[in-house]
């Protein structure tokens, strides 16, 4: 029986029930009474459900996680595990929930390559087990609790009016000073109140002696 493996495959050959090795890419004659399972060798995205995780202070945070993940190892990867891609999954979840509990929730957020990072080194043992390699974990959502985003919001809120409000203030003695500075002028000089008051009229009248005719 003719078996024909593409290159990103590779075959577990068991002969009688008893395993036997792998099989390379390309076209294969096999006996009837050997059985070949296909294992695809190609990188994989994993994204487990979003978790609610408990932080250090007690903060319930929702987590995501993105896993890229390969097939290293295909025997391993079909006779170590019924599901290895479920065992990957549980690993992953477990290995979140560590990295997230000893935090607290304002710290999630800030520290997502760590956390990402710790992820990666505790599932590397559970993963290689499995015939699989991680090659990266990336931390892709997390979200605070409703009145933690409403707190958050009011506090940027407050910090802007707080802002505009200084602006304010700032322009309201600047005008003060402005306007201190005028009046020691006028005291010190006072024909610049005349000059003032000239530049602020509208008409000016000018009396000329009549031509002679």
Known sequence: MKHTLFPWERGVR??????VGEVEPGQHKLPR???LHRVDVRPRTMTPAAQDVPTSDGVLVRVTVVVRWAVS????FVVASAEPEAELYTAVQLALRGAVLTRAHSAVDAERSAIAS???AAVASRAAELGVSVSDVAVRDVVMPGELRRAALAELVAASEG?????RARGETAALRSLLNAARLAEEHPALL???ALQAATTVVVDRPA???
């Open 211 to 213: 031509r002679k005719s």
């Open 194 to 196: 005349e000059l003032r």
């Open 73 to 76: 190892a295909p025997t391993t």
């Open 118 to 120: 710790q992820v990666l």
């Open 14 to 19: 068991f002969d009688r029930g008893v395993l």
């Open 163 to 167: 802002r505009a409000a200084l602006e």
């Open 33 to 35: 009474h050997v059985v």
